[in-house]
């Protein structure tokens, strides 16, 4: 098993040599190797990774984002109040728009898969962006993979809505206020 304190996740930077990273999928490998820096020139995501053993053995990226509403429909109207009294949010803070942050990418090597770094991953996510150091933020949200939609939901994240149901991703969320106060 992973002894996750021997474990880091750190911000990728220039200058960081990733070796190789195979998680089974051309895209986000791609993504990793070849994009992130990019990305993070332009101030479209940051990528952080997860390093053990020496080796990059996970990555996400994180961008601001906002779960949004388009209450003139009335089927989304509909999703908009049920969504409201789920979280709780009081009338007078309700919107059509809330403060996210999204999970562009996420991956584990296939090598190491299965052993807990995904959730792992999730939990340090939820920590970072629940502090209320730095921004509003009060969802995570993600673009999630149909083969994804199980592993997100063992981890507390929600389908927003059945509109996307038949498609191949669907836009999941997470409730940061359910992250205790540390
Ligand atoms: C999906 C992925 C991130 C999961 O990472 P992981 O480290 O293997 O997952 P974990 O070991 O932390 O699994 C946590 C739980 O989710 C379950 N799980 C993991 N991947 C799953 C999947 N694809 N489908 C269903 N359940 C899954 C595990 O069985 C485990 O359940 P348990 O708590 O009942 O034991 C990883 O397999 C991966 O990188 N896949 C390819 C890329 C991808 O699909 N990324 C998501 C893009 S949206």
């Not at 020496?54 to 908009?80: I, M, P």
């Not at 997470?174 to 540390?182: A, G, N, T, W």
Request: hydrophobic share 40%.
């Amino acid at each position: 098993m992973i002894d996750f304190s021997q474990s880091s996740i750190m911000l990728l930077r220039h200058g960081m040599n990733i070796q190789s990273f195979d998680c089974g999928d051309s895209d986000l490998n791609g993504f990793l190797l070849d994009d992130a820096l990019h990305y993070l020139d332009e101030r479209m995501a940051v990528t952080y990774i997860l390093e053990y053993q020496k080796q990059t053995v996970a990555y996400f990226c994180l961008l601001n984002d906002k779960v949004t509403f388009d209450t003139t429909d009335a089927n989304e109207k509909s999703f908009w109040n049920r969504f409201n009294r789920k979280h709780k949010i009081p009338n007078l803070k309700r919107r059509k728009n809330y403060p996210a942050a999204k999970i562009g990418r996420l991956a584990v090597t296939t090598n190491f898969a299965g052993q807990g770094i995904g959730r792992f991953m999730l939990e340090s996510i939820k920590r970072m962006l629940a502090k209320k150091a730095d921004i509003g933020c009060r969802f995570i949200t993600v673009d999630a993979y149909s083969t994804a939609f199980d592993f997100y939901l063992k981890n507390k994240f929600q389908f927003i809505s059945t509109k996307d149901e038949v498609d191949s991703t669907r836009l999941m969320y997470f409730d940061l206020k359910q992250v205790p106060d540390s």
